[in-house]
């Protein structure tokens, strides 16, 4: 009997292939010192294999997937010769929605008070984490144009919530405060102008709140909410919120602990498959120069790795990623001078240290 885990790495595209080399370098030398059994299998989706086959994800991918690995070691998506996205919809929402990954799991925690735009707030300040619901809202393609092209045109989203979705990631909030030890749960929506669907998310929220008495509640409508999240951080431990809103709010999120080069995300359905990802997309701007920040894919690395039981690489990632930016053996983005490979074998190098 192996405990072997099997990995789908997805560099995708842009900055995507760099930083994901960066990361599972440094994850495989850390599994391989742990003695831990790994095996690491490349898929080559994205634009390239786009534009080439216009295959997104292969035929039979996703039931792959569910069936024969534990996690999914994503990039980014986004070139601009495919300038609707058409791809990125195919295999990044085809993979969240098609493995049904409710949970779009953003922590936001600052390392280092230099890198956060607020005066006078330091690592106690911000720290907290957005649950996104990850499988509906304005992002399920319910909608349509009609007088397409004409000045008559008109286009409908429709923003879809149902009692189930808003139910599941509400509890798995709960459940993540109530495991962790934190202290409350915050919920953003727009009740007060969006009639029907915040009323389900207010309903909702307060029937799985009363089930977890230990556990402080609260709630701001969104646009508030955004404005304390830059006034007052500190008041924040989990927050949960619609796919649309915690798209907007982790973006914040990241913007106030460094930026994209340090944000991690996991997308997650407890007991399936998980997919792990860095919050950036694939930065064309700087794509194939070796100056992307691989911290936010380390950090990535550290998330699945705590996902699939290997704490002690997690937390070696974690402290390394804290000695880098003291030293400053990081990217330009945050004041450094090296590029994104040699970012990453500082990492490696102190994460293999503490293994
Ligand atoms: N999950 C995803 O795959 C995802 C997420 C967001 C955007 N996108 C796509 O990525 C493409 C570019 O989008 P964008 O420019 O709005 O967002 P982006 O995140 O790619 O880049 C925004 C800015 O942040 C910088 N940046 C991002 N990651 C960085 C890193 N690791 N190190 C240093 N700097 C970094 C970029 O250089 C750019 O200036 C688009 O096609 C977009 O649709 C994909």
């Not at 534990?70 to 195919?90: C, K, Q, S, T, W």
């Not at 009323?199 to 230990?214: D, G, I, M």
């Not at 995300?265 to 701007?285: M, Q, R, T, W, Y």
Request: proline share 4%.
């Amino acid at each position: 009997m192996t405990d072997l885990k099997r990995i789908a790495v997805v560099p995708g595209d842009g900055i995507g292939p760099e930083v994901i080399d960066a990361g599972l370098a440094m994850l495989k030398a850390a599994t391989e010192k742990r003695g831990r059994a790994f095996e690491w299998v490349h898929k080559d989706w994205g634009a390239e294999k786009w534009l080439r086959e216009g295959v997104g994800i292969p035929e039979g991918g996703l039931k792959d997937l569910e069936e024969n690995y534990d996690a999914v070691y994503f990039g980014a998506l986004g070139d601009p010769r495919i300038p609707d996205m058409a791809h990125g919809r195919e295999i990044l929402l085809g993979m969240r929605f098609g493995l049904d990954l409710f949970v779009n799991m953003r922590p936001v925690e600052l390392v280092a008070a230099e890198f956060c735009p607020l005066k006078n707030k330091g690592p106690d300040e911000v720290n907290f984490i957005v649950f996104r619901e990850n499988t509906e809202d304005l992002y399920v393609s319910v909608g349509g144009n009609f007088k397409k092209n004409t000045p008559d045109e008109v286009a409908v989203d429709e923003s879809v919530h149902t009692r189930k979705g808003v139910e599941r990631i509400i509890r798995y909030a709960f459940e993540f405060a109530k495991s962790q030890g934190r202290r409350k749960v915050t919920l953003g929506d727009k009740s007060n102008a969006v009639r029907f669907g915040g009323s389900l998310w207010q309903r909702t929220f307060k029937a799985v709140a009363a089930e977890y008495p230990n556990i402080d509640t609260d709630h701001f409508f969104v646009d508030v909410l955004a404005m304390e999240l830059v006034r007052r951080p500190e008041h924040f431990d989990v927050i949960v919120t619609g796919n649309l809103f915690g798209d907007i709010l982790s973006d914040l999120g990241a913007g106030l602990v460094g930026g994209l080069g340090l944000a991690a995300s996991g997308n997650l359905h407890p007991g399936k498959i998980a997919l792990f990802e860095p919050v950036h997309g694939s930065a064309p701007d700087i794509a194939g120069e070796d100056k992307a920040n691989p911290i936010a894919a380390a950090l990535t690395g550290a998330m699945m790795m705590t996902y699939l039981g290997e704490n002690d690489i997690a937390q070696a990632i974690q402290e390394s990623v804290q000695e880098v930016i003291a030293a400053r053996e990081v990217t330009s983005d945050l004041g450094g001078a090296l590029g994104t490979k040699a970012a990453g074998e500082a990492l490696t190098q102190r994460v293999l240290g503490k293994l």
